[in-house]
């Protein structure tokens, strides 16, 4: 099964808030889909009137689906553009063994409509050894310097990161350093949070190295990242934090389409 964390943002405070998981399982003939709301969907309604998803109006169920939901479907770009392998291969992925759910998991499901993002669960290894990759945040926001320093990386190239003290954007930033200090960007929220405990940074034995570098793409999709580290045994990243919990616990998938939600055709 395939995880990934569904986050939106609050326009007034600039707060993000975990509000859903977008659960994949494949038998053997085709994936399946369920959508399930998290504790923080109800601190989000609560803290900054947030409201749910379109096709998935109730908080307290869960929504199967042979196909994937519309709401993320149309996140997906249209396989008819000109342009869908080389934004495939900006995101590290090839037309070849493509599938919805891993362009969902790279490219973050943004839209223009809406303050919505996907992202991937972290699922430690034996021992506890984790690795991601994800699209560098907040090149943007550095300075000409810095993006002038992009231009001369290349993929291996190892990286630094470091606790931001003065970021007022987000309690926890940490931020994405060349070897000669220039700041590149910031670790993603969903990252920096979800493998925070009791206000403790968790991870051990961090390496953060240069995966690909899209010159010819916007700022925002500059620099691909491969982050890797260690976690204590017995922590569970995100799962252990409330706001990421389900708020109804997980349920199969029903054999009778009038058990559960089913959202075919929302």
Same mark, same amino acid.
């Given at each position: ?24 399982? %494949? ?120 993006? %002038? ?118």
């Amino acid at each position: 099964m395939t995880t990934l964390y569904v986050a939106w943002q609050d326009q007034k405070s600039r707060r993000w808030f975990p509000v859903g998981r977008l659960d994949s399982a %494949r038998n053997s003939v085709e994936p399946r889909y369920s959508f399930s709301y998290v504790n923080g969907a109800k601190d989000a309604q609560t803290l900054a009137n947030f409201v749910p998803l379109l096709g998935f109006p109730e908080f307290d169920e869960i929504y199967h689906s042979e196909h994937l939901f519309p709401v993320f479907r149309n996140r997906l770009m249209n396989p008819r553009r000109p342009d869908r392998v080389e934004y495939l291969h900006h995101l590290g992925l090839r037309d070849s063994d493509w599938e919805p759910i891993t362009e969902l998991s790279a490219s973050k499901g943004t839209s223009r409509t809406d303050s919505f993002e996907v992202f991937p669960a972290i699922e430690p290894r034996a021992a506890g050894w984790f690795q991601t990759r994800f699209i560098l945040h907040g090149l943007r926001h550095t300075n000409a310097d810095s993006i %002038r320093r992009t231009e001369s990386l290349q993929a291996g190239d190892e990286l630094q990161v470091a606790f931001d003290l003065n970021n007022p954007a987000a309690t926890h930033a940490i931020s994405v350093r060349s070897s000669d200090q220039y700041v590149l960007g910031w670790l993603p929220r969903y990252l920096v949070d979800g493998l925070h405990q009791d206000d403790a940074w968790k991870v051990t034995n961090v390496k953060t190295t240069v995966a690909q570098v899209n010159l010819d793409a916007p700022l925002s999709h500059r620099l691909l990242i491969d982050f890797s580290g260690k976690l204590p045994p017995d922590f569970r990243p995100m799962e252990d934090q409330p706001q990421y919990q389900p708020i109804v616990s997980a349920a199969p998938y029903p054999t009778n389409k009038s058990s559960g939600k089913n959202a075919d055709t929302v």
